[in-house]
């Protein structure tokens, strides 16, 4: 594959470049794009930060700026199970969560994922 020059595919973010902000991870936080996808289920990303994507924090928190629009893919106010999957009471449960303890969706799911 061609990746950018510093992404090296260890999943740590490349060096530093320009003034982009940085979640706390290190890698770009770029409110208004879309939410880098393999970053939201692994919280990792190979292209770091030359990736052109956001990467908004995984733990329910969002580290944009007062008035920025947070990313609609993140859990937002939504609690957080010991695995890291959202808990959204009221919705129906994930399937695949409920028979696997896994979620390819993760902060983006929109069920629940009870403990």
């Known amino acids: 594959f061609d990746h950018p020059a510093g992404a090296g595919g260890s999943g740590a973010p490349a060096a530093a470049a320009g003034d982009a902000q940085l979640n706390s991870s290190g890698y770009p936080l770029r409110p208004g794009s879309t939410p ?3 970053y939201m289920k692994t919280g990792q990303c190979k292209f770091g930060l030359t990736c052109k994507n956001d990467h908004p924090e995984l733990n329910g928190k969002t580290t944009h700026q007062k008035g920025a ?6 859990a937002g106010d939504a609690q957080l199970n010991s695995s ?3 808990l959204r009471p ?3 449960p994930c399937a695949f969560y409920m028979k696997t303890g896994q979620c390819k969706f993760g902060l983006t799911c929109k069920n629940d994922h009870p403990e």
């Open 84 to 86: 890291g999957y959202p």
């Open 69 to 74: 629009p947070a990313a609609a893919a993140t």
């Open 90 to 92: 009221g919705s129906a």
């Open 36 to 38: 880098c996808a393999f």
